[in-house]
T-cell receptor
Framework: DAGVIQSPRHEVTEMGQEVTLRCKPI?????LFWYRQTMMRGLELLIY????????DSGMPEDRFSAKMPNASFSTLKIQPSEPRDSAVYFC???????????FGSGTRLTVV | GESVGLHLPTLSVQEGDNSIINCAYS??????FIWYKQESGKGPQFIID?????DKRQGQRVTVLLNKTVKHLSLQIAATQPGDSAVYFC??????????FGAGTRLFVKA
């Protein structure tokens, strides 16, 4: 298995632009998580899905952030419009159930200038 | 202005020595605990887990100890190697899908 696949690995965009981050979870994993990591705040859970349904989006910082999981093999995290304070590394992770650990992707490093 | 960030606890050990990384968890209802390792430029990687009905679990060169009385978790790494240099996160799961991550401890291994 190739693991959790995220794209792009790096994204540099101008303030105000729309950014879409993509994630392919491990086949057979039914839970998917989006995290943001910064020096200031560490690892923050943004949203998670179970069986493609959003369960908890209380970590999404603002309405500018949205996430979708149209099927079991794909999820997106969108920021529109982006702001410099959104600069961070965004991780996607998947899990096979409540009593298991996560497999993280390599992350997308987002820089908003 | 000066940036303020998380000041991670740091542990510096000599190559070949044993390392012990400690973690205090917050939720008495947590019943599943995991240690993750994050190397520079990579995502966190699962190392070892333990459930609340155990107090010790061993893996390859790693041991996790759980003390539910004082809500304390530790990770022991035997014969620490340069490749063990990373940030280590403890994580707890209070019986839900959500994982709560600690702030992390940075481990430096001196050759």
């Amino acid at each position: 298995d190739a693991g959790v696949i995220q794209s792009p690995r790096h994204e540099v965009t101008e303030m105000g632009q729309e950014v879409t981050l993509r994630c392919k979870p491990i086949s057979g994993h039914n839970s998917l998580f989006w995290y943001r990591q910064t020096m200031m705040r560490g690892l923050e859970l943004l949203i998670y899905f179970n069986n493609n349904v959003p369960i908890d989006d209380s970590g999404m910082p603002e309405d500018r952030f949205s996430a979708k999981m149209p099927n079991a093999s794909f999820s997106t995290l969108k920021i529109q419009p982006s702001e410099p304070r959104d600069s961070a590394v965004y991780f996607c992770a998947s899990s096979s159930g409540q009593d298991y650990g996560y497999t993280f992707g390599s992350g997308t490093r987002l820089t908003v200038v | 202005g000066e940036s303020v960030g998380l000041h991670l606890p740091t542990l510096s050990v000599q190559e070949g020595d044993n390392s012990i990384i400690n973690c205090a968890y917050s939720n008495s209802a947590s019943d599943y605990f995991i240690w993750y390792k994050q190397e520079s430029g990579k995502g966190p990687q699962f190392i070892i887990d333990i459930r609340s009905n155990m107090d010790k679990r061993q893996g390859q060169r790693v041991t996790v100890l759980l003390n539910k009385t004082v809500k304390h978790l530790s990770l022991q790494i035997a014969a620490t190697q340069p490749g063990d240099s990373a940030v280590y996160f403890c994580a707890e799961k209070p019986g839900s899908f959500k994982t709560i991550f600690g702030a992390g401890t940075r481990l430096f291994v001196k050759a």
